[in-house]
Every structure is written in structure tokens, then in C-alpha cells.
């Protein structure tokens, strides 16, 4: 097991009816601006509980973050917090509006010269606002960790900093009924992936790490299409939510290695095709699977064992049937696991290798070996 330090500051509230906690998470001192997306929260009632638990707060709000936040929106809010004065920033939504939220915070305090800089030269951040979060959709688990993935044209980038952590997370599972099956199946199959990319890699004896994570793991393939077939199950919607945050807020990482070149290839479909995050990821992990097989095979034939009780045959016949089996649990999430499941084909390619290759992406994987050729392999076993 690696060496490692660990801290989760941010304080949960989980549970229906949470949201009235605002009122006392935000001091009265504070100017809040409410960051929200297209309007889902107008529709389903989070907007009127928000409303309602800042009652004695100074506060007025931003909308329209959509999916894959873009910087020019992005920067509109940053203008308004210089102009107007706000010193906290309420996220109200997915990942998108937290990540973005997460981004403004750090561009409304950036003493440099373009913000852009802190996604493209990793530039570091040493002040940001506060950020408090109303979430709204379980599956990136930015409503507890330091990450935020921002876009620019179709440059998908991310930035990690431990100032953009949100304060507090506010997490009601009930508002999650609102979301459509397919957001629902976007989120569930992102969570699976985030704690696959802090799994499956090499065994180096981190047996609670593993313990965690083939949890996480379990739980969201048993209720993962449970969530589709029966929707307004709570005790469904309350595991997919606690599943989808514990997936990304950094325990499953300690000590152990990483590889997120799922994520990495991903962004890249999405920044350039558009297709969303979750989507992207069934398509890339499947063949990164098989191209990884030798590297990754002690491990896949472990959560094949563990997960999905596959014992009998020989390693290379567990690892095929492990593989198979992931499949079929993404396909019976209604999710993509090819490109030509999206109308993408082997044209498609290129642009994600050279875009891989200008995000200098060449040293991707647990042993650091992977870069932009190694992706188009990957990507032609998509096909
Ligand atoms: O904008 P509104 O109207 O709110 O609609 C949203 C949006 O259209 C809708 N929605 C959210 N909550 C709803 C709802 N509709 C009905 N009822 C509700 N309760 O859902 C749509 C998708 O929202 P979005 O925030 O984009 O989804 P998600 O949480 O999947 O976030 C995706 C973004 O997070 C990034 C992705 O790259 C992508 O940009 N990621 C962030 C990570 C992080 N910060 O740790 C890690 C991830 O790997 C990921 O890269
Ligand atoms: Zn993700």
C-alpha cells in the first residue's frame, strides 16, 4: 500500500428535507449568489426550498450553467460577483453547476492574467470564495471533492484544488425523483467508472481500499437498474446517491494506484462530439479493459470473482467473462458501450488522438504508459 494523506472537510447533510439547513450553514453576513443550470430546479421545487431557507439571507443568482460548463458563460458570473460584491457561492445542481460554481469561485479571486490559465498551465489557486452545494443529481461526486471539469470551445479540461471543496453539501435523494431515466443511467454508470479508475489497476494489498470500493461497485449494479425499473424507490435513490458521492470524494484512492485514462479519452469525445460524460465512459472502459487485459487482469479477474461471482474457467476466461458482464451491466442501463451505439465510427478518431495529444495526455495509466497512439487502439476496439 502507497504512502497517503487524507481529508474529507466537507460537511454532509443527507436525507429528505435537508435543504433548510442553508439557513444556518451560510453566516447572515455573507452576500450569496445562487448559481443554478437551464431551470430543472424551477420545476421540480428545489428553487422554492432554496428560496425559502435564505429568507433572511442577501442574495440573487446566476443561471444557465449548462452541461459541460463552458468559460464564457462561466466568466459572465465572475463579472457579476466583481460588479455587485458576493462573498458565497450556493451551487444548486449536478455536476456541471458545482464544477462551474467551482470555477468561478477561483476566477472571481484569480490575481493573474486569463483565468483559462488555471486549466491549461495548472496554474495554482490561492484564494477562492466559499462554496455551498444543493445537489441535485448523484453521479460525478463534486459535492465533496476538489475537482472541477470545465470547457472552453471543445477543450475539456480539469482543474483539482482543495480551495474549490465545497463547505458543506447538502444531499436529499427525493430531489433526485425529477431526473429523466437517462440522466439517471448517465449518473449511475459515471460513479461505476469513477471508483473503477481508483480499482482497476494493480493489487498492491490495500485489501480495505478494495473492500470499499467492490462495494460501491456492487451497490450500483444492483441498484442501478432498479432505479430504472422501479423510479420512485427511495431506499433505490438513497444508495445511488450515498454510492455515487463515496465513489469520488477521495477515500478509494488512498494508497493505492490510479488510472484515469477513461475519464481522459472521454472528455475528449465529449468536448469534441458532444456526447454526454457518462456515455462517454461506457464506451471508452469496455476496450480499455481489453486493450489493459495483461496489466489489469489480476484485478479484473477479482471484481469479476467478488462483483460478479465469476469463479470457474481459466484467468483468461474469467477475465473475458468479466468484461462481457460489464457490458451487459451497461447495456442494461440503456447506455452506449460502442462508438457506433453514438454514429461515431473510425473517422471519428483522429480528432480525439490529436486533441489527446494537444492536452498532452501521453503519459496516462497506473504505469504511466499510455498516451495518445495507445487511445486510438483503444478506440478502434470500440468500434
Ligand atoms: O440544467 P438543468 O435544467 O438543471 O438540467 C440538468 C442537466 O440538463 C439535469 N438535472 C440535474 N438535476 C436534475 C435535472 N433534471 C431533473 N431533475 C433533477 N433533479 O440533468 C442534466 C445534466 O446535469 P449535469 O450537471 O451536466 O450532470 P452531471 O452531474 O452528470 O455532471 C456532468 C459534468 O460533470 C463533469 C463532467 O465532465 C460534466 O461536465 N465531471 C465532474 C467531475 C468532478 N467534478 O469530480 C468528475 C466527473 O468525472 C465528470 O468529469
Ligand atoms: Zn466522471
Known sequence: MNPFTFESPTRMFFGEGQIKNLANEIPLDKKVLVTYGGGSIKKNGVYDQ???ALKNHNWDEFHGIKSNPQ???LMEAVAKIKAEGFDYLLAVGGGSVIDGTKFISAAAKWKGGDPWDILTDQAPISETLPIGVVLTIPATGSETN????????KDKLCLASPLVRPKFAIMDPKVSLSLSPRQVANGVVDAFVHVMEQ??????GGKVQDRFSEGVLSTLVEEGPKALAHPEDMDVRNNIMLAASWALNGLLATGVPQDWSTHWIGHEITGIYGIDHGRSLTIVFPALLQYCRKDKGDKIAQFGERVFGITSGSKDERIDATIAKTIEFFKSMGVPTHL???????SHIDEVVQYLAKHKMTHMGEHEKLGPEDAREILKLAL
Do not use: C, F, W
Open 340 to 346: 457506433s451505439d453514438v454514429q461515431l465510427n473510425e
Open 71 to 73: 468559460y464564457d458563460i
Open 146 to 153: 476538489v475537482l472541477a471539469v470545465i470547457s472552453r470551445g
Open 50 to 52: 432554496v428560496k425559502d
Open 199 to 204: 480499482y482497476m489497476t494493480y493489487p498492491v
